[in-house]
């Protein structure tokens, strides 16, 4: 991929992602359909936001265990998150090249595994791109009404596209108090060069790099470790 752009022209192109184009966009590509999904977005008052950003890419789809694929075990464990969550807005950004929303920001935990169930790794255009797929998320949580926030992103940690630099995007996030919590599906232990970059990516913005088997640590430390956000000066949010 070439130089990633700067945060000012990611912003805006991402920003535009959220709007009316990129959802029926996401929701063709991967099949999901959510006409029988409740949204109640911000219907029920909460203090935390949590978006998680699951990769869709063909790598995903590769063995994890002579039963499941790495894709399985992210969508078990996205679906334990969910089970867990009861007083948080839950919603979804699904990412392999590109990056969607899949789910608004709801307290419709039922419809949110919904729409994990119905999508699909090799479903969008194939690659990599975390750092888009951050800033989307980013973009997204802006939408919010909550005074915490935060992002799990559960991939393979091998980014390989995209206009925005993964570490970029995780400053970004630090500077607007968005911790990142980073949790690596990989059959076998994942190279150095994966772990620094989803270590680095929770390092850089306050959140921690978990297993899948932490989801009770990683959910104590959202209600109790995201901090209140705060809007920086100069920035539209």
């Not at 920003?15 to 929701?27: D, N, Q, R, S, V």
């Not at 978006?51 to 869709?56: E, F, Q, R």
């Not at 996205?78 to 839950?90: E, G, N, P, T």
Request: glycine residues 8%; charged residues 20%.
């Amino acid at each position: 991929a070439g130089a990633p752009r700067r945060w000012s022209s990611t912003w805006r192109h991402l920003t535009w992602a959220i709007g009316a184009g990129a959802l029926p966009a996401a929701l063709f590509c991967l099949g999901v359909e959510l006409s029988g999904m409740r949204t109640q977005a911000f219907q029920r008052r909460t203090d935390l936001d949590v978006l998680v950003v699951l990769d869709v890419s063909s790598s995903m789809d590769q063995p994890y265990s002579h039963r499941n694929t790495r894709y399985d075990v992210a969508i078990h464990t996205a679906k334990r998150l969910a089970a867990q969550a009861s007083a948080y807005h839950l919603g979804l950004i699904g990412f392999a090249a590109n990056a969607y929303v899949l789910s608004p920001l709801t307290t419709d935990y039922a419809g949110f595994v919904n729409v994990l169930d119905r999508s699909r790794p090799r479903s969008i255009k194939d690659g990599t791109a975390i750092g888009d797929a951050l800033m989307l998320g980013i973009a997204h949580l802006a939408t919010g009404k909550a005074r915490r926030r935060a992002m799990v992103i559960i991939s393979d940690g091998a980014h390989n596209t995209g206009a925005v630099d993964p570490e970029d995007a995780a400053r970004l996030a630090t500077e607007l108090r968005i911790p990142i919590y980073t949790i690596t599906i990989a059959a076998s232990r994942p190279s150095a060069e994966r772990n620094d970059l989803m270590g680095q990516l929770s390092h850089l913005s306050g959140g921690l790099s978990l297993r899948g088997s932490e989801l009770e640590r990683l959910h104590d430390h959202m209600l109790k470790g995201a901090p209140i956000i705060f809007q920086p000066r100069g920035k539209t949010v």
